[in-house]
Structures are given as C-alpha cells and as structure tokens.
C-alpha cells in the first residue's frame, strides 16, 4: 500500500543556478514536518538535485511552471499552498493570482487543498479583486493556517469564522529544533542588504520581464550608498566585523549579492568585511548563528536570525517584516528602507541592539518557543482536516 501523497507549491525548489534562503527554509521545513508520513511532491527546476537532496519528488519546470504544478496536483492526494506570503499586488500584478491558481487546480481535479502558514499582505499592498481572490480561493481550502495575527484578521474582515483558520507562525520556525537561542557571544554584524526599486506593481513578474528584455538591471546606488554608511557607522562604534549574507542569488527576482558588492565597494572599512558565498540552507543557519546582531531587509534575514540566536534589525520593504517583527516582540527594531535617509535611524536601532542584545533575549528565547510550539501545532491541523 503506498503512502499518502502531498504535493506543495512551496517556490524552495525553482532556482537552478542560485539559491533564495527564505523560500528554501519553508520548503524545509514543510519536507521536516511531512516526510515521515507522506511522499512529497514540489515544482522543481531540477527534479535531480530535489530528489537527492530532499526526497522529494521533483515536478520539472522545463515546459514551464504552469505545467509542472498541473502534474504535481494530478499526482497528488493532497495538495498544500504556501508557505510563505501568498498574496500581494505590489511586486506583480500576476504574483497573486499564480499563488492562488493551485487552490482552482486542486478543486478542478477533486483534490482536497490547504493554505500552509501562509502570510497576506496589507492595506495597499493588495488591489480590490485580490481581495475577493483570496475569499473564493481559500474557500476552497479544507483547512488555513497564517502565519501572523494581521493575516488572521484580514481573513476575518474577509468573512471567515474564526474556526475555519489557525493561528500559528512562520514555517522557519519548525527549523528552531536543531537550533539554539541567543544570546550570541561575537563581535560579528550579519546584514543582508536588498535593492527593492523594482518593485512598482507592474503586471508581469521581474522574471518574465527580464526574459521579454522589458527589465533594467539597473542599480539603486542610493540603497547601496546607505547600506554602506550604516555599516561604517557600526565598525566606528564597535569595531568587530561584518558579514553581507545575499539570500537570494538566482534568477526569480532581486540579485542580492549583487548588492552585497556593491555595499562592500563603498564602505570606508570593507576591510571588516566579507560576503558570504555558500548557497546552502545549513549554511547560512551557521553563518547568522555567529552573528551577535543581524539588519537584514529579507523577511527570513530576520526570521532566521531568531531561529538561529541573532538578534534581528528589520530594515523591510512591505508590512511582513513589520508583521513578523511584532510578533516577536521586536516592533521597536524596525525601519522602513523605503523611507528617505532610513539607513541614519538603522543605524540608531542597530547601535541599540547591540547594547541590548543580552537582554532582550531574556524574553526573545521565551517567545522564539511559542513560536516554534506554534509552527509544529500547524502538523497535527493539517492531519485533522485533511483526514490524514
């Protein structure tokens, strides 16, 4: 008798040439929570590699995305969306609708579907029938977990009872197990700088238009000029050294380490300073769990940074970071980079960071457990409603 098959449209598995950190850590720890129980199925761009490295089934994106998806759901006795932020208008006018479509695919072919951790984004952050997108597709779901009490809400404005979704937490947070708190003895800095000036709403994806020539890889020199000056600052206050961590280094959206060159070119005192190069998910789990403080833009710069014992500045381009970041209890270590000369006030909030890090980890490490608790509470929901 075979085991239950679950098919996710987790995006950890789609670059082939790079890596993306964030996407790569959900798909882990959905492969962590699921593998003793079911076969595991995942769009990927190099159905080898997944295979060998995750035992997971591999759906190839050679005859593109569209197509692998519809093989993984036809393959499927389950099909999981997310995790991850599963809608927002503000990158792509197609972003929502693609994340949606496995929802539509699931209930066209009788299979029963779940919204896994997700995040939904905010206020402007979500045009008028994306809102109702998510009400006819999520309604379709046997069973909803978010990932932060703003998502939850919106859901309840949207009309769902409040029995009909779990409140929980970022995937990542199942990754905490292997991992231990912080506080963290070093004089090591972790930031993860990201240019996010293309990032305007329009209607294809920075992929596509890249591959149609409509895209300007063009630099935001002003972001790389602030990231350089913030970390100068801190090596003039504290000495120590600086650790640039690209998490997202393929094809799918921004370059980071790209960027991450760029900020090593303009720093006063790049002497202090390094890229990090490994492109593996242990890896980078590694390099922040030598980083007393980390600033990152990335959401799981900062998702990761508690799972692994820094202790994160979020310098965000949309309402996840902050979302994220008052959930730990950290809401007063935010900075929008979006903001004119944010890299001044990032510079206060990491100095106070630094000076408090001990501390603050007092209560981080108590509420990192809650988050963990609910993350893995997320498992056995999934099971019950799924009748698995």
């Known amino acids: 008798m075979r085991r239950p098959r679950v098919f996710t449209s987790s995006w950890g598995q789609l670059e082939s040439a790079g890596s993306n950190i964030g996407d790569l850590a959900v798909f882990a720890s959905q492969v962590g929570e699921l593998r003793q129980d079911f076969d595991i199925g995942v769009v990927s761009s190099d159905p080898g590699r997944t295979a060998s490295e995750w035992g997971a089934r591999g759906f190839s994106t050679r005859r593109g995305r569209l197509a692998a998806m519809?093989?993984?759901?036809?393959?499927?006795?389950?099909?999981?969306?997310g995790g991850g932020e599963l809608v927002q208008d503000s990158s792509s006018l197609l972003y929502s609708?693609?994340?949606?479509?496995?929802?539509?695919?699931a209930a066209l072919f009788g299979k029963p579907s779940f919204a896994w951790l997700i995040g939904l984004g905010q206020g402007s952050e979500l045009r008028p029938w994306t809102r109702k997108g998510i009400s006819g597709c999520l309604g379709l779901a046997r069973g909803i977990s978010v990932?932060?009490?703003?998502?939850?809400?919106?859901?309840?404005?949207?009309?769902?009872?409040?029995?009909?979704?779990?409140?929980?937490?970022?995937?990542a947070f199942c990754l905490c197990r292997n991992r231990r708190?912080?506080?963290?003895?070093?004089?090591?800095?972790?930031?993860?700088?990201?240019?996010?000036s293309n990032r305007t709403g329009s209607l294809l994806p920075l992929e596509t238009r890249r591959k149609l020539g409509?895209?300007?890889?063009?630099?935001?020199?002003?972001?790389?000029?602030?990231?350089?000056?913030?970390?100068?600052?801190?090596?003039?206050?504290?000495?120590?050294?600086?650790?640039l961590l690209p998490f997202h280094?393929?094809?799918?959206?921004?370059?980071?380490?790209?960027?991450?060159v760029a900020v090593l070119e303009r720093m006063k005192h790049g002497a202090a300073a390094s890229i990090f190069r490994d492109t593996s998910l242990d890896g980078f789990l590694e390099a922040i769990a030598g980083c007393r403080v980390m600033v990152s833009t990335p959401l799981h710069g900062a998702i990761l940074s508690v799972v692994s014992g820094a202790l994160p500045v979020a310098a965000p381009y949309?309402?996840?970071?902050?979302?994220?970041?008052?959930?730990?209890?950290?809401?007063?270590?935010?900075?929008?980079?979006?903001?004119?000369?944010?890299?001044?006030?990032?510079?206060?909030?990491?100095?106070?960071a630094w000076r408090t890090a001990d501390s603050r980890w007092e209560a981080l490490s108590a509420r990192?457990?809650?988050?963990?608790?609910?993350?893995?509470?997320?498992?056995?929901?999934?099971?019950?409603v799924c009748a698995l």
């Open 70 to 81: 519809l093989r993984g759901v036809l393959w499927a006795d389950t099909v999981v969306v």
């Open 97 to 105: 609708p693609f994340n949606l479509l496995p929802f539509r695919l």
């Open 147 to 171: 990932r932060d009490e703003p998502s939850g809400r919106l859901l309840s404005d949207l009309g769902f009872r409040r029995d009909r979704f779990l409140v929980a937490a970022d995937a």
């Open 181 to 196: 708190p912080g506080p963290v003895v070093s004089d090591l800095l972790g930031a993860a700088p990201r240019d996010v």
């Open 214 to 243: 409509l895209a300007r890889d063009v630099r935001d020199e002003g972001t790389a000029d602030g990231w350089a000056s913030l970390l100068d600052s801190h090596l003039e206050r504290n000495g120590g050294r600086v650790l």
């Open 249 to 260: 280094t393929g094809s799918l959206s921004n370059s980071d380490d790209a960027m991450c």
């Open 318 to 352: 949309s309402s996840k970071g902050a979302r994220f970041m008052a959930e730990a209890g950290l809401g007063d270590l935010v900075i929008d980079c979006r903001e004119p000369g944010w890299w001044r006030r990032a510079s206060d909030k990491v100095a106070e």
């Open 368 to 384: 990192r457990e809650e988050l963990l608790a609910a993350a893995s509470a997320n498992t056995a929901y999934f099971k019950s």
